[in-house]
Structure formats: structure tokens, C-alpha cells
């Protein structure tokens, strides 16, 4: 069974980094396509990037590309998701997912962690 946990959330100001971590601390023993997803207050909840279960293939919203960057640590099923470049509209909790299959990762289909807040500041 999955159940992830997210780390590294905080508050900065515009143009600064953070970095978040997800872990996975079930019983699995499958690796997992895993990303990361955001919702801000009132809107949905949006795609920001995903990493293949071997870390070969990543992908990213065409608002992030270039600001964030996402790896998974070996052979575990924890992925990181550095983020630089911060603006304020990045404001959200974002949230981590583990799915099988990668196209269902990216879709949202799959188990989610709890979240973790990231706020910018102008």
C-alpha cells in the first residue's frame, strides 16, 4: 500500500527556491511513476510535473518549464521537485502522487500524500 508524505513547503518571497520531497513510507515494493500537482484557493487542481517510474521521462506545465525541475532518488519511490524562480501565482498546496502507469499519474489517477503549503510573497 502507498502512502506518501510531503516535506519542504514554506513561504518566500518572489523570485526565491524551495524544495519539496515526497516519500513514499507504505509497504510497497513497486516503483511508481510519481509527480506533483498544486491547488490554490478556488481553483482546481492542476498538473505540474511527473517522473517515470525510472526516472527517464519527466514532464512539466508549460507554467513551470524551465523554473522547476523534478528527480526521484534511486530505486525508492520518493521524488523531489525543485523550484526557483518563484512567483507569487505559484502559491498553492502542492500535492504528491504515486500511480502505476504514467499516463495516470500525469491525468491525476493514483494515491495522494496530504500536501505541503508553498506561499510567495511579491
Known amino acids: 500500500q502507498v502512502h506518501l508524505v510531503e516535506t519542504g513547503g514554506g513561504s518566500v518571497q518572489a523570485g526565491g527556491s524551495l524544495r519539496l520531497s515526497c516519500r513514499d513510507t507504505?509497504?510497497?515494493?513497486?516503483?511508481?511513476?510519481m509527480g506533483w500537482f498544486r491547488q490554490a484557493p478556488g481553483k482546481e487542481r492542476e498538473f505540474v510535473a511527473s517522473?517515470?517510474?525510472?526516472?527517464?521521462?519527466?514532464d512539466y506545465a508549460d507554467s513551470v518549464k524551465g523554473r522547476f525541475h523534478i528527480s526521484r532518488h534511486g530505486s525508492d519511490n520518493e521524488v523531489y521537485l525543485n523550484m526557483r524562480n518563484l512567483k507569487p501565482e505559484d502559491t498553492a498546496v502542492y500535492l504528491c502522487?504515486?500511480?502505476?502507469?504514467?499516463?495516470?499519474?500525469?491525468?491525476?489517477?493514483?494515491?495522494w500524500g496530504q500536501g505541503t503549503q508553498v506561499t510567495v510573497s511579491s
Open positions: 517522473i517515470s517510474w525510472s526516472g527517464g521521462t519527466t
Open positions: 507504505g509497504t510497497t515494493t513497486s516503483r511508481y511513476a
Open positions: 502522487i504515486a500511480e502505476g502507469a504514467y499516463s495516470a499519474t500525469k491525468a491525476g489517477r493514483g494515491s
